[in-house]
């Protein structure tokens, strides 16, 4: 395996939509969703091998999740695990890791990586991977993938292809907010716009270079304490200075700016897990389409439901059609999947009744 | 107050239809269903002052219940708690009470009341109680309690009036088995139909000579103990031969059977609280209808259900339209309220996938 190749794994989410399955103290990518045994972070790792070396990959969190990513991942040594001293979305995050793999490797190629999302095909994934990192070795590139899409879905963004380039390559034509149902059907028919996944790859060197173009205000945060990157005070630095940075994706900092970005089309099964209901989708279901993975339940008269209960509890159920049923120690979740995205209000609402007590 | 007055009352019920909240190891009656403080049990223990002396009152359960008892009645002595040693339903239960009572006093009158009941209007109650007691203190009569109907409730066996003898008591006519919504209208439309409430009143000679002539196989079995009822040996006596006493109901050994039957016509707001829907019709509702008890509930776009929910846990509920929800450690049960008749079907079908462990 390539030396050079390195890949950051972005793992300091909340997860508030699955609440009250993923609680700010355990957020869904420490979860084993689907009883596997391994959790999505864990999904994520494993899923690394053979595209880059295991000492190249980085996990970068909130610095509360420390001790429950070296618990999920003892193969990592703490060096590899950055932690950020607060929130401020992915383009400062993904801003540190580019200097932080630059000091240490100038020649570097990075991949980055979301910590929850469910890829079904690990081989397909593989190849598109390495194809990307061949892309960009030879290239300045920001390279997106972009999933072919199979359902006019409304809670992605979406990519426009324009050009084609090479292989899979294509410029990007346009990012794309969400689209209404019908926008996203024509989306879908026109065979030109793809999901946009939230990987990416570019070499360090690019990325921090499209950062000081696009970005700034971001980069000079960074830029600033280039000396301490590498070394023993990197960690003091970053905790002194990170929370300096606007709180900003990197698609709205860089990606629909950067004259030089590029989506590689792929297809290998992909899902944000953002959602209930992507995670029931992507369930295994029972004869009357309910999910109740490793729960035990008993389900009379009920359809559709997905059920995620924590611990060896008993359910029982009966005329629920389409539900999400959540139990996890302190809190009980129970709305319709149609109602999912309000989930977020719902929580907000418990926050401001009873603080952070449930959260 | 008159020393020839007891109570008895009957506690050893294990009240499956309020499962998962009433569990076989803490049934409806140890449980403080309103928030109040007190349990059931303690509520009936309560409404007996006035009506017969502390010293006189008698707990009949079953043996697993024995600590609970003396942890929410410590003014009881041991002696005032007695533990069948089987369930057998009422008829053993009371004829046990009834030799032992016998056999202290043999003057003795006795009340048997249920242990999960709920009563609005204790005055009411403790005249209509002291009435009974009247009433049965000069005539060899059974006395049964009917309550005055307030709807055309299909979940409760009737009592048809005769014959009127004095006061609010008259001879009772026929008992009926629970009717359906039709009948049940047109016995509420009569006026001459009541509740039939399981409270009875009748001399510990009374009961004892008619369980002797309707119920000779259930008598015996105390009738060959007299010698032993009231001495240190009774408890081993009724080890060694309760569990010999057929399964029967008082209503259907005696009551239906014996020819000097009463009913008392009372009406001081009762439920018999056999059901989620009673405890919900009898609890205090929100705007939207929902009955949250103690429970940190919110509830969006969901109206007139029942939640109940054990210790500091937090429910959120959307879309939710006249449902049980009952969450209780290890078990949670979410129904339709009007299917309540069939959580019985469900704890069957509990015990036969996994034992007792959650019952």
């Known amino acids: 395996m390539n030396s050079n190749r390195y890949c950051v794994i972005m793992c300091g989410g909340v997860g508030s939509r699955f609440w009250p399955f993923s609680k700010a103290a355990r957020p869904k990518q420490f979860i084993d969703f689907f009883g596997t045994g391994r959790s999505l972070l864990q999904m994520a790792f494993d899923r690394l091998q053979g595209i880059v070396p295991t000492e190249n990959i980085i996990l970068l969190t909130n610095e509360s999740y420390g001790s429950l990513i070296k618990e999920q991942l003892p193969e990592l040594s703490s060096s590899q695990i950055l932690m950020e001293p607060a929130r401020r979305n992915t383009a400062p995050c993904i801003a540190w890791a580019a200097h932080h793999i630059q000091a240490i490797n100038p020649e570097a190629l990075m991949m980055v990586a979301p910590s929850d999302h469910l890829i079904i095909n690990e081989e397909k994934f593989k190849r598109s991977a390495i194809n990307a990192f061949n892309f960009i070795e030879t290239r300045d590139a920001l390279v997106t993938m972009g999933i072919k899409p199979t359902r006019p879905e409304t809670g992605y963004g979406y990519i426009q292809v324009g050009e084609p380039v090479e292989g899979n390559f294509s410029k990007v034509k346009t990012f794309t907010e969400k689209p209404d149902e019908d926008l996203a059907r024509v989306f879908l028919k026109s065979g030109e716009f793809f999901w946009n996944s939230g990987m990416f790859f570019w070499s360090a060197g690019s990325i921090i270079k499209a950062l000081d173009n696009c970005a700034p205000e971001v980069n000079a945060v960074f830029e600033q304490g280039r000396e301490y990157f590498g070394t023993d005070q990197e960690v003091e630095y970053i905790n002194a200075n990170f929370q300096a940075c606007p709180s900003i994706s990197i698609d709205f900092a860089v990606m629909e700016k950067a004259p030089n970005v590029y989506v590689e089309t792929v ?93």
Chains 1, 2 share one sequence.
């Not at 389409?289 to 559709?304: D, E, I, P, R, Y």
């Not at 999400?324 to 120690?329: F, K």
């Open 267 to 359: 297809e290998f099964g992909w899902n944000d897990l953002g959602t209930w209901r992507s995670l029931y989708d992507h369930s295994p279901k029972n004869s009357e389409g309910n999910v109740t993975q490793q729960c035990k339940a008993l389900m009379f008269n009920s359809h559709n439901n997905i059920v995620a209960v924590k611990g060896d509890k008993l359910v029982v159920a009966s005329g629920l059609e389409g539900y999400i049923v959540a139990d996890v120690d302190d809190a009980l979740l129970i709305v319709p999947l149609d109602e999912e995205q309000k989930i977020k209000t719902y929580v907000n609402e418990v926050k401001s009744k009873f603080g952070d007590k449930f959260l």
